[in-house]
């Protein structure tokens, strides 16, 4: 089946730094990726959506400054999170299109910032 | 604006029991897809089951089965014979033309053995 491999799993930063997280798709090409935020016991919140090749688009609320989404090639897309607070704090998961499965998800990255 | 409604939180079920998660969803949509997945203490997002709304027959996956209602747009899950690893949240979750995953809040599901 259509696997979307994400990395880091976990990733400790210092405040004010910037964190990059990585999601490929291995075994089929990922045109549309989205990103959500889940904090603990709660519902996957989506971020933002990317096209390769073309600019995200963000949902409300979403600071695109921020949460840099980049999906530069049909196989990779990445969120950096830019100067990282604490309460960037939290666990991200990228997930794909992925016909006729419907859609993948990746493994998820807890990122705390310190 | 597509809407995805888990109204119980949390459920437990007896070991070999059979249990059932309601959700309903508010759409103006004709044509859209409805999944189930489940979420264990790993967060690995797995899809347990997966329902077109154009097919009137309710989609089953061994022990998951699924009581479609398009008229009421309600969308449960029944899990049989429940085992010790379905202990896991779950999330119903839809899809329609803009393609994006609305989910709900997620049901936090216990088995006892």
């Known amino acids: 089946g259509a696997v979307v491999s994400q990395h880091p799993s976990r990733v400790i930063c210092k405040s004010g730094t910037s964190v990059k997280i990585e999601c490929r798709s291995l075994?089929?090409?990922?045109?549309?990726m989205f990103w959500y935020r889940q904090f603990p016991k709660q519902s996957l919140m989506l971020m933002a959506t990317?096209?390769?090749?073309?600019?995200?688009?963000?949902e409300q609320g979403v600071e695109k400054d921020k949460f840099l989404i980049n999906h530069a090639s049909l196989t990779l897309s990445t969120l950096t999170v830019t100067s990282a607070h604490p309460e960037d704090s939290s666990f991200y998961i990228c997930s794909a299109r992925a016909p006729p499965y419907g859609y993948t998800f990746g493994s998820g990255t807890r990122l705390t910032v310190v | 604006a597509q809407t995805v409604t888990q109204s119980q939180p949390e459920m437990s079920v007896q070991e070999a029991e059979t249990v059932t998660l309601s959700c309903t969803y508010d759409t103006s949509e004709s044509d859209y897809y409805l999944f189930w997945y489940k979420q264990p203490p790993s967060r690995q997002m797995i899809l347990v089951i997966r329902?077109?709304?154009?097919?009137?027959q309710n989609a089953t996956e061994n022990r998951f089965s699924v009581n479609f209602q398009k008229a009421a747009k309600s969308f449960s899950l029944k899990i049989s014979d429940s085992q010790l690893g379905d202990a896991a949240m779950y999330f119903c979750a839809y899809t329609g033309a803009n393609s994006k995953l609305t989910f709900g809040k997620g049901i936090t599901l216990s088995v006892r053995p």
């Open positions: 990317s096209n390769e090749g073309s600019k995200a688009t963000y």
């Open positions: 329902q077109e709304a154009y097919k009137q």
């Open positions: 075994d089929f090409q990922a045109t549309t």
